[in-house]
């Protein structure tokens, strides 16, 4: 079972000057790519996402001053320029479905040619900062009041020692020659092979374990099949990596003290500076219905959100349909609209990233950069 993570907001008040002190130094690109990832591994981004690096000058490439947004618009562009930025960090990535020219026609276009005209790089994190223990969705739980957190989808190990996919086990007896039978299965591509030996039923036998690819699994299982006493005696696991603590999409939260969802609102929109939010009442509930456990997601939730059991859904944006199956089972539903639920997250990653980068380059917050849309 997961460990919850306790989230008890504070109060932190800092200083923060727009102007590059002349006390920073500057990092290589590929360095300083190396410590962002550090701090939150790429890794961690869904198979979908477009995360990274996506525009790179040419190198060498230094960078001074670190230019943070959540929208990369052309608007925030100009605001990178005038600020002199040698690294834009774009929560989202601008660059998502595959460009196929680099033309002055659409605004995405005209965003990499400026780009690269100016010797600006253009870095995106995007779903690697929701799903990290210290990210967006972290963040946005601080807004709710004193409580424990777990993710909705805990991330799995990118990397571990097991090699493979699969582990395979089969018993080979003395009279079988092990050792021949263990050169003819490390013949075959992706496999790792262990051998030991045992007794099973006063019989001296060699128990071999091996590890292998899902398409050397294929292999392995047609070479056991030749023989039908290795076949019978074969078990076949499949290997699962190990689930990451407090990382992965979305975030359960169980308050300490139960409040009315009216207060919950307030709180909200507090936290991210909203003078007005959706609501979808659940079926059966007031502004006076008591919210003990809040499941949320930066962004977009409808998919990390389904099926998760709490007294109130918290995300950007849902489909109205999504929002009419949660408020019939009696789920409260409040919308913000996407970025409203992540932008305030770049003011805590300044801070994070200049302890984490030893404060050796200039951080800033672009000034321009605003959800889309508002309410008129």
Same mark, same amino acid.
């Given at each position: 079972?997961?460990?919850?993570?306790?989230?008890?907001?504070?109060?932190?008040?800092?200083?923060?000057?727009?102007?590059?002190?002349?006390?920073?130094?500057?990092?290589?690109?590929?360095?300083?790519?190396?410590?962002? /990832?550090?701090?939150?591994?790429?890794?961690? =981004?869904?198979?979908?996402? /477009?995360?990274?690096?996506?525009?790179?000058?040419?190198?060498?490439? *230094?960078?001074?001053?670190?230019?943070?947004? /959540?929208?990369?618009?052309?608007?925030?562009?100009?605001?990178?320029?005038?600020?002199?930025?040698?690294?834009?960090?774009?929560?989202?990535?601008?660059?998502?479905?595959?460009?196929?020219?680099? *033309?002055?026609?659409?605004?995405?276009?005209?965003?990499?040619?400026?780009?690269?005209?100016?010797?600006?790089?253009?870095?995106?994190?995007?779903?690697?900062?929701?799903?990290?223990?210290?990210?967006?969705?972290?963040?946005?739980?601080?807004?709710?009041?004193?409580?424990?957190?777990?993710?909705?989808?805990?991330?799995? =190990?990118?990397?571990?020692?097991?090699?493979?996919?699969?582990?395979?086990?089969?018993?080979?007896?003395?009279?079988?020659?092990?050792?021949?039978?263990?050169?003819?299965?490390?013949?075959?591509?992706?496999? #790792?092979?262990?051998?030991?030996?045992?007794?099973?039923?006063?019989?001296?036998?060699?128990?071999?374990?091996?590890?292998?690819?899902?398409?050397?699994?294929?292999?392995?299982?047609?070479?056991?099949?030749?023989?039908?006493?290795?076949?019978?005696?074969?078990?076949?696991?499949?290997?699962?990596?190990?689930?990451?603590?407090?990382?992965?999409?979305?975030?359960?939260?169980?308050?300490?003290?139960?409040?009315?969802?009216? *207060?919950?609102?307030?709180?909200?929109?507090?936290?991210?500076?909203?003078?007005?939010?959706?609501?979808?009442?659940?079926?059966?509930?007031?502004?006076?219905?008591?919210?003990?456990?809040?499941?949320?997601?930066?962004?977009?939730?409808?998919?990390?959100?389904?099926?998760?059991? =709490?007294?109130?859904?918290? *995300?950007?944006?849902?489909?109205?349909?999504?929002?009419?199956?949660?408020?019939?089972?009696?789920?409260?539903?409040?919308?913000?609209?996407? #970025?409203?639920?992540?932008?305030?997250?770049?003011?805590?990653?300044?801070?994070?990233?200049?302890?984490?980068?030893? /404060?050796?380059?200039?951080?800033?917050?672009?000034?321009?950069?605003?959800?889309?849309?508002?309410?008129?």
């Amino acid at each position: 079972m997961l460990s919850s993570v306790r989230l008890i907001p504070r109060a932190v008040w800092l200083v923060h000057s727009p102007i590059c002190s002349s006390s920073r130094s500057f990092m290589d690109l590929k360095v300083l790519l190396s410590s962002l /990832n550090d701090f939150a591994s790429l890794s961690l =981004a869904e198979s979908w996402d /477009n995360v990274g690096l996506l525009v790179e000058p040419s190198p060498p490439h *230094t960078v001074h001053t670190l230019f943070l947004t /959540n929208d990369l618009t052309e608007k925030v562009m100009e605001e990178a320029l005038q600020k002199k930025a040698d690294l834009i960090l774009s929560y989202h990535p601008p660059i998502f479905r595959p460009l196929k020219h680099i *033309t002055w026609k659409t605004w995405k276009e005209r965003l990499v040619i400026r780009a690269l005209e100016n010797r600006v790089g253009i870095y995106s994190p995007h779903t690697a900062y929701d799903a990290a223990p210290q990210g967006v969705n972290s963040w946005l739980a601080k807004g709710l009041g004193v409580c424990t957190s777990r993710p909705i989808h805990p991330s799995k =190990a990118p990397k571990y020692p097991t090699v493979g996919t699969h582990r395979v086990e089969f018993s080979v007896n003395c009279t079988e020659d092990p050792d021949k039978v263990i050169s003819a299965v490390k013949e075959i591509a992706d496999v #790792s092979v262990t051998s030991f030996s045992t007794r099973t039923d006063d019989e001296e036998q060699t128990r071999i374990s091996l590890n292998c690819s899902q398409e050397a699994l294929i292999q392995v299982v047609n070479f056991l099949s030749q023989s039908r006493q290795f076949y019978q005696k074969t078990e076949i696991l499949s290997l699962e990596k190990p689930l990451l603590l407090h990382t992965g999409m979305g975030r359960l939260c169980t308050l300490d003290e139960s409040v009315s969802l009216a *207060t919950m609102i307030e709180r909200i929109k507090s936290h991210l500076k909203l003078s007005h939010v959706r609501l979808a009442l659940g079926v059966g509930r007031t502004l006076e219905s008591p919210v003990k456990v809040v499941a949320l997601c930066a962004g977009s939730g409808s998919t990390v959100l389904q099926g998760t059991e =709490a007294d109130l859904y918290l *995300t950007g944006e849902m489909s109205h349909h999504d929002v009419l199956d949660a408020a019939s089972q009696g789920i409260n539903v409040i919308l913000c609209e996407h #970025s409203n639920t992540e932008r305030g997250f770049l003011s805590d990653l300044r801070d994070m990233l200049g302890a984490h980068l030893e /404060n050796k380059i200039n951080i800033i917050l672009s000034e321009t950069d605003r959800d889309p849309l508002h309410v008129v």
